[in-house]
């Protein structure tokens, strides 16, 4: 029991902490906040990440009853998901430099006083595709502990972007326009077979649901007495 909760809570780490990629959210908040204090950019490295927690921690506990609204079955979501994230898989293998952020964008962050909220938290570090992984966990669990193992995990995203978003100037000095390349790529691969095992899922479930299983089975009694 023990060890299935601590691979849930690893498994949900990896999944958003490459979707999340603070590593490429951090030549920008260092861009942003480079004329402010060191403890005002502290701030709101922290700032950033509480905000990024609280948008996910949302999306997972909102999930069910916002699928419901929206009449979405669970396999379209999947599919869905799977490709929103292998979407920006494939982006992130070919990285462009400030393709997230336009340059009007980034110059009107400098004029603001709080940037955690945009554009780090959203939509670099809790955008469209890392809340389509986490409603996609919410609809693979059960249970409360299983909840509380994603949950987890996405306070474990939260802590390692705060600290990757904390030592930005750091972090891009240490790694260089090369390595934050490379970092991008690799987990860029791992999104787009993220976002695939999730279109394989939803695809298999559709195929084998109760809906189209019973229209089968129907057809081919209907078959059979003709």
């Known amino acids: 029991m023990l060890e299935h909760w601590i691979i849930m809570v690893g498994a949900t780490f990896g999944a958003l902490a490459s979707i999340t990629n603070p590593f490429s959210a951090a030549p920008v908040f260092a861009s942003l906040t480079q004329r402010l204090p060191a403890d005002r950019r502290k701030q709101q490295a922290r700032a950033a990440a509480c905000y990024a927690a609280a948008v996910l921690l949302v999306s997972l506990f909102a999930g069910a009853v916002i699928l419901t609204f929206f009449g979405i079955t669970l396999p379209v979501l999947r599919i869905g998901g799977g490709l929103v994230v292998s979407r920006v898989g ?41 809340i ?19 949950a987890v995990g996405i306070l474990l995203v939260a802590v390692f972007a705060w600290v990757v978003l904390h030592y930005a100037g750091q972090v891009v000095k240490l790694f260089g326009v090369t390595g934050m390349n490379a ?26 649901g109760d809906t189209v299983m019973s ?6 009694q209907r078959a059979a007495g003709t």
């Open 183 to 208: 970092m991008t790529r690799i987990m860029g691969l791992i999104l787009v077979c993220i976002g695939i095992q999730f279109v394989a899922t939803g695809l298999i479930e559709g195929v084998t």
């Open 215 to 220: 229209a089968i089975v129907e057809a081919v």
């Open 132 to 150: 389509a992984v986490t409603i996609s966990m919410a609809t693979e669990v059960n249970r409360a502990s299983e909840y509380l193992a994603v």
């Open 90 to 130: 494939f982006a992130m293998l070919s990285p462009k430099p400030e393709a997230q952020v336009s340059e009007a964008d980034e110059e009107e962050a400098r004029q603001m006083t709080d940037i955690a909220f945009t554009p780090i938290a959203m939509p670099l570090l809790s955008g469209p595709g890392s």
